[in-house]
């Protein structure tokens, strides 16, 4: 199968600081990427659908000024929590469609962030 | 509107038990359906999904799951349960085969005894 990365796997910061977490499609191109979030024992939830080239699409409820999401070009979408708060702490996962190659998505190994 | 409700948040066997993990959808289109694992602080790796072609799906891993349209149902079941089947699983539906914009139940984590 299409294997996705995230980068940085696991970031602490300090309350008020801006964190970038990148998801790459390594060996397929990808049109459309898709970033979510988990809390500890619950289930995924779609924040927001990043398409190349377009502005993202975000889920109801999610701040698209506190969470930037850039998808520059076909095999990186990038997402910043920008002046990041203890309650921004969370499992952050991203997939990625191969919809050319295999019709359906793939996920990267997640992103854990927690701000103090 | 779509949703996915998981019986059982946690659900205990012995190994070589059988593993039966419960699911059920609501959809107002004809829906298509999957089960992802999920291991300890790592994404999600799709297990199988239903895409109208057949109504007994295999997984990889041993796992298969049954699709029953009047019981609204997609149980995900495997005859004999390893240590190495310890994770959370999920069930989600889309309104497409791709899985886009994927709706997800609350997980059912899956611990297995020796």
């Known amino acids: 199968g299409a294997v996705v990365s995230q980068h940085p796997s696991r970031v602490i910061c300090k309350s008020g600081t801006s964190v970038k977490i990148e998801c790459r499609s390594l060996d397929f191109q990808a049109t459309t990427m898709f970033w979510y979030r988990q809390f500890p024992k619950q289930s995924l939830m779609l924040m927001a659908t990043s398409n190349e080239g377009s502005k993202a699409t975000y889920e109801q409820g999610v701040e698209k000024d506190k969470f930037l999401i850039n998808h520059a070009s076909l095999t990186l979408s990038t997402l910043t929590v920008t002046s990041a708060h203890p309650e921004d702490s969370s499992f952050y996962i991203c997939s990625a469609l191969a919809g050319a190659l295999y019709n359906e998505q793939f996920f990267g190994p997640g992103t854990r962030l927690t701000v103090l | ?114």
Not at chain 2, 7 to 24: I, T
Not at chain 2, 93 to 108: C, H, M, R
């Open chain 2, 1 to 114: 509107a779509q949703s996915v409700t998981q019986l059982g948040s946690h659900v205990s066997v012995s190994e070589g038990a059988l593993v039966l993990l419960r699911c059920n959808y609501s959809s107002s289109v004809p829906p298509y359906l999957f089960w992802y694992v999920q291991y300890p602080n790592q994404g999600l790796q799709l297990l199988l999904k239903y895409t109208s072609a057949a109504t007994l799906v295999k997984g990889i891993n041993g796992f298969e799951a049954e699709f029953k349209k009047s019981e609204t149902s997609f149980h995900l079941t495997k005859p004999s349960a390893h240590m190495s089947d310890a994770a959370e699983y999920f069930c989600a539906v889309s309104e497409n085969q791709a899985g886009t914009a994927l709706i997800f139940g609350k997980g059912t984590t899956l611990s297995v005894s020796s």
